[in-house]
């Protein structure tokens, strides 16, 4: 006993808890916000549809996206201002085009992300089941809910409805990851034929699988405004370390869990004959089956719980981040004078929750009976969108008046260079494709 305490005692001391905890935020927020429809949905088809003809590409988008979202970190802890303040120090044009990536985006984001957590709620509460005329009931639900938490509530209530959900759906995700290993691939059906990576359907959900993996690079200015929410903690507040080191672990985090997500798809799915389902609830109902193949039919409550779980704190994540980030942007707009180190008003933060929340909304109203073509639009509509944001995050962290030691290295410089071009090139294939 006496060793197990020192031994106890020893891992608290070198994992430090306490700091770690403290700095414990934004990158949990990022993971939280990621881990939903791109990995639910998009990697599990992935998997599904190609088996793992498609792990060069999801690790080398989330490879080539990495320096742009830390880059949103190491910003406002080097600079103690956002993104979007930087894209003001840039000139007009990069601050109008932001905005216009906004407004081109966020309904079509949160419609999605809404959208797939409601057939999560349905699968998980029946709602359908009790009142099956009120179809856009838990689309409702989730808005209203959503709304409630992030009109009423405050940062640090959000970061803690995030720890417990994020630390569920990663227990499971891993659960169901090694178990189905563990069984071995589902068996094919006889003269199973693999598609073409080279067809246009195919190029074109590349392009969609892409857009948000491990998300749409635009989130990278909510990164940034999420950690200086963190900083303004006195007693919490983290150094410039903790804040890239926190990052850096929800990052990779989350790139790792899409690997798991493409395996379930491709063990369980791909080549099965079996047709993943069009309805947002029927897909969930679809997912939560596939993991509790894995684990057990005993623990569908809890795979259900757990899915809905992180689709719920993506959608609080979502809608938090592209309310901030409208707000925060038209402020500077309408007001060349704003300071944005000096607090203000939630008015402006809680009118855009309400304008999100009601066109997001209506479009799902529109996409209802279109579940696909509404994940894809969206996850396209933010690849090709992010070779710009991409270019503008690296010239704010080389520019002249970040300090030296908050600058990134060459190979994160390199990189980016790299990613940029990677970035470009599909998008530009993506543009000739649809519209030559």
Same mark, same amino acid.
């Given at each position: 006993?006496?060793? $197990? ?51 060069g590409?999801i ?42 990536? +906004? ?18 709620? #349905?699968?998980?509460f !029946? ?6 005329? &009120? ?12 709304? !409630?938490? $992030? ?32 069984? !071995? ?18 190029i ?6 892409m ?6 690079? #635009? ?8 950690t ?14 903790? +804040? ?11 790139? @790792? ?15 099965? @004959? ?15 089956n596939?993991?509790?193949?894995? +684990? ?16 719920? !704190? ?5 809608? #938090? ?17 704003f ?8 008015? @402006?933060y ?8 009601? @066109? ?15 994940? #894809? ?6 690849f ?33 260079? &790299?990613?940029? +071009?990677?970035l ?9 494709k649809?519209?030559?």
């Amino acid at each position: 006993m006496t060793y $197990l305490y020192l031994s106890l005692k020893y891992l608290f001391t070198v994992l430090n808890w306490k700091a770690i905890n403290r700095s414990i935020g934004p990158g949990l927020l990022f993971a939280s916000t990621s881990i939903g429809v791109s990995h639910l949905v998009q990697s599990t088809r992935a998997g599904a549809e190609f088996g793992f003809a498609l792990v060069g590409i999801i690790i080398a988008v989330n490879v080539f996206k990495f320096p742009f979202f830390e880059f949103g970190s190491r910003y406002a802890a080097a600079q103690g201002e956002s993104l979007i303040d930087g894209y003001k120090r840039l000139g007009k044009v990069p601050l109008w085009l932001y905005f216009l990536v +906004i407004v081109l985006s966020m309904f079509f984001v949160s419609a999605a992300v809404v959208f797939v957590t409601a057939g999560f709620m #349905d699968n998980l509460f !029946g709602i359908s089941d009790h009142w099956p005329a &009120l179809h856009l009931l838990p689309s409702f639900l989730v808005f209203a809910i959503c709304f !409630g938490l $992030l009109y009423f509530g405050k940062f640090s209530t959000l970061t803690e409805i995030i720890k417990v959900v994020g630390v569920i759906l990663l227990l499971s995700t891993l659960i169901a990851f090694a178990l189905t290993l563990f069984h !071995g691939r589902a068996p094919m059906i006889e003269g199973f034929i693999q598609p073409s990576l080279f067809s246009d359907k195919s190029i074109f959900f590349i392009i969609a699988l892409m857009g948000w993996m491990p998300t749409a690079l #635009d989130l990278s200015a909510w990164n940034s405004l999420w950690t200086l929410e963190k900083m303004k903690d006195p007693e919490n507040a983290p150094t410039f370390k903790q +804040i890239i080191s926190e990052f850096n672990w929800g990052y990779w985090i989350t790139a @790792g869990l899409s690997l798991c997500f493409l395996t379930l798809g491709a063990y369980l799915i791909y080549g099965t @004959g079996i047709e993943m389902p069009e309805g947002s609830s029927a897909f969930a109902n679809f997912i939560v089956n596939l993991y509790s193949s894995s +684990i057990g039919q005993w623990s569908y409550f809890i795979i259900a719980l757990a899915s809905f779980s992180i689709m719920f !704190g993506t959608s609080i994540g979502v809608l #938090d981040g592209y309310s901030r980030a409208l707000n925060h942007t038209t402020k500077l707009i309408l007001n060349p004078t704003f300071n944005p180190h000096k607090s203000s008003s939630p008015k @402006g933060y809680r009118i855009a929750i309400a304008l999100i929340s009601i @066109g997001a909304f209506s479009i799902i109203l529109f996409f209802m009976n279109q579940f696909r073509q509404l994940i #894809d639009l969206a996850t396209t509509i933010s690849f090709v969108i992010a070779p710009f944001i991409a270019i503008a995050n690296l010239r704010l962290v080389t520019s002249k008046h970040i300090q030296a030691k908050y600058k990134p290295s060459i190979l994160m410089i390199t990189t980016s260079i &790299l990613g940029i +071009i990677f970035l470009s090139g599909f998008a530009g294939f993506y543009v000739w494709k649809q519209f030559f």
